[in-house]
């Protein structure tokens, strides 16, 4: 059973063949996965992060190299800009995307740029970035409870309740 979530969790939804989705939709498939990829890395392994980090929680980890944070940063960036336009491109995500899906992702997008012209010290004052990337991140924390974008936290609570009730969890333990 555990071993069986375990997979589950970690292993089929990134696996593409498992659910044809390079054959549907692979920009979808590829640029949410490089956009996640950069957006955790950013978040979790650039030493200004860690920094934050290590004053909210009291202890730090090791980091990546700036370049590294940079080019994937750079990569979320893009995938990001290709997930955009792909929404307009493919009807039915066309069809599913209303104000709030552009919002969540205006409001993802704007903190990812705002930082990386901050760290590379490109096309603005870097006062003027910090302050603008500080605005971003305070409007994505405000969006982030009441938008969908508050997946990435109830997205292992929800694997497991799918996993107790296709493993048959759900209907033993209400008996």
């Not at 979790?44 to 990546?64: I, M, Q």
């Not at 704007?110 to 990337?133: C, E, K, Q």
């Amino acid at each position: 059973m555990v071993e069986s979530f375990l997979r589950g969790l970690i292993v089929w939804p990134y696996i593409p063949q498992m659910k044809g989705v390079v054959k549907r939709n692979g920009v979808t498939y590829l640029a949410g996965g490089l956009f996640h990829l950069g957006l955790l890395v950013v978040i979790f392994l650039s030493r200004a992060h860690v920094l934050v980090w290590k004053e909210l929680l009291g202890f730090e980890w090791p980091t990546l190299s700036p370049d590294a944070v940079q080019w994937l940063a750079g990569g979320a960036l893009v995938a990001m800009v290709a997930l955009f336009i792909n929404r307009f491109i493919h009807p039915e995500l066309r069809l599913l995307s209303g104000p709030a899906e552009w919002l969540n992702w205006l409001s993802v997008f704007l903190p990812m740029v705002t930082g990386f012209v901050m760290a590379r010290r490109i096309w603005l004052p870097y006062t003027l970035a910090f302050s603008l990337h500080m605005l971003t991140v305070d409007f994505l924390l405000v969006w982030l409870p009441l938008s969908r974008l508050s997946h990435f936290l109830f997205y292992f609570f929800a694997r497991a309740i799918h996993g107790a009730e296709f493993g048959g969890l759900a209907t033993r333990s209400s008996r």
